[in-house]
Each structure stands twice: as C-alpha cells, then as structure tokens.
C-alpha cells in the first residue's frame, strides 16, 4: 500500500478511536439516572384514548353504577352533585362555553367523551391515579355525562357506545391527531 494511503487509512482509524472515546467520555460524564424501560414497561404507560375510541378497554358501565363510585370516590373533592368543592366544577349542563372566560365543566367545555375515560384512567383518585378498573371508569363516566344531561342515566357506556357520544362543545376546538 502506498505511502498517501496508509496516512489516510491512518487518519480515519484515528478518527473512529477519537470519536469513540469522546462519546464515551460524555456518556461517563451525563448523570447515571434511571433503568432503560423494557417494551412492557412502555406498554403499561401506552393508554392514550383518541376522540374516536382507539385505545379504549373492554368494559362497561353505568350512570347507577358510576354515581356509587362518584359518591365513594370523588364527592369529597368535586362535591355531591359535582358543582365543585375543593375541586373544580364537573357538572354544567350542556351549554356552550362563554367568551373570555368559559366555564370548564364537563357538560359545557370538554369536546369528546373519550377524553373523560382517558383523564380519569390516567389522573383520579389523586390519591391513587391509575387504580380504577376499566368498569368503574366506564360506570363513572357514564354518570358524569348524564350529570350533565348529555346521555340518559340508562344509556350504557362500553368501547363502542362512549366514542359515539355527542359532546356539546366538540366544534370548540381545533381537531389533532397524532395517528399511530
């Protein structure tokens, strides 16, 4: 081999042996926090519901099933009929949203049903985020939107029944979806 190619040969060697002992500089140098998460460990994490149902559970449940879970777990902080107590307001009626400054209860500000499942599947109770099965939060959701007069206290919610539900305010906001 000649002469020129040998240095270039040389050169690039260099650069790999360079390049790699500064990564591993800066991976020695970056805060050691945490485990690498597994798939399953992602998957139990990966409960995002979509406005048109993608990702919702099997089960179902409700208004007479939800209003003994509300009672139990959720009239301490939103009160008995969901007109706010330490928490906010969840029950509205089905009006639409004023100017300036809307009411945010379900019945008037909320676009999908879906999202109801998916804010309490991820956030309520505040003292166990994540602790209802698939049937309470249906049977819950179910009493919240006939709370606010948007289902009928009979009207059973499951995958295929809660997309379906006609929300008040659903033009009240710019749709996105981050198809997957």
């Known amino acids: 081999m000649s002469t020129p190619k040998l ?43 979509f406005p048109d149902g993608r990702g919702l559970p099997s089960g179902h449940g409700t208004a007479k099933e939800g209003r003994a879970i509300y009672v139990q777990k959720c009239a301490s902080c939103h009160g008995d009929q969901g007109q706010g107590a330490t928490a906010e307001d969840l029950v509205s009626g089905p009006m639409p949203p004023t100017a300036g400054h809307p009411n945010k209860a379900i019945g008037s500000y909320w676009p999908y049903a879906t999202t109801i499942f998916d804010y309490l599947r991820r956030a309520m109770p505040p003292s166990a985020p994540g602790s209802l099965s698939s049937d309470e939060l249906y049977a819950l959701t179910a009493y919240l939107l006939a709370a ?7 009207d059973e919610m499951d995958a295929l029944s809660l997309p379906k539900v006609e929300m008040p305010n659903r033009n009240g906001f710019v749709p996105i979806d981050a198809k997957k």
């Open 148 to 154: 606010n007069k948007i289902i009928s206290e009979s």
């Open 7 to 49: 240095t270039k040969l040389f050169m690039c060697l260099a650069c790999v042996v360079i390049a790699t002992d500064a990564e591993a500089q800066s991976r020695a140098q970056a805060p050691q926090l945490g485990t690498p998460m597994s798939k399953a460990d992602v998957a139990k994490w990966d409960i995002t519901v």
